[in-house]
């Protein structure tokens, strides 16, 4: 009887133990997906505008990045470091964007307003 119980408590803790390799072994520590939050089509150009959530990795803190979209070519026009969300945006004229970022992760941040003249 001893003898069974002390194989089944063998046969637990190894299954732990390879419970706990496969975690660590599938651990991942940083987000690497990358959000699209926005696409803007643009009637007087011939090309779109895509707005990008990066996470942060061990190098960067997480930003909005801005996007040309021109037949499958993408062409950064901005990356904005410490914002996670974009508030609003407005094409003020046929060259001109508007928009607002916000860091919801800080309590009382601001909302940043950004004018970026469009190629």
Same mark, same amino acid.
Do not use: C, W
């Given at each position: 009887?001893?003898?069974?119980?002390?194989?089944?408590?063998?046969?637990?803790?190894?299954?732990?133990?390879? $419970?706990?390799?496969?975690?660590?072994?599938?651990?991942?520590?940083?987000?690497?997906?990358?959000?699209?939050?926005?696409?803007?089509?643009?009637?007087?150009?011939? $090309?779109?505008?895509?707005?990008?959530?990066?996470?942060? =990795?061990?190098? =960067?803190? +997480?930003?909005?990045?801005?996007? &040309?979209?021109?037949?499958?070519?993408?062409?950064?026009?901005?990356?904005?470091?410490? $914002?996670?969300?974009? +508030?609003?945006?407005?094409?003020?004229?046929?060259?001109?964007? +508007?928009? +607002?970022? &916000?860091?919801?992760?800080?309590?009382?941040?601001?909302?940043? &307003?950004? &004018?970026?003249?469009?190629?």
């Amino acid at each position: 009887m001893k003898k069974k119980i002390l194989l089944v408590v063998r046969i637990f803790v190894i299954l732990i133990f390879l $419970y706990g390799v496969y975690m660590l072994s599938t651990f991942s520590l940083f987000d690497d997906e990358i959000i699209l939050i926005e696409e803007i089509t643009l009637s007087s150009k011939n $090309y779109d505008l895509k707005i990008y959530h990066i996470p942060s =990795n061990a190098t =960067n803190q +997480s930003y909005i990045q801005i996007r &040309k979209t021109d037949n499958e070519l993408e062409e950064v026009l901005g990356s904005y470091e410490r $914002y996670n969300s974009l +508030s609003e945006y407005e094409i003020l004229d046929s060259d001109s964007l +508007s928009i +607002s970022l &916000k860091n919801t992760n800080l309590l009382n941040s601001s909302v940043k &307003k950004i &004018k970026i003249k469009l190629p």
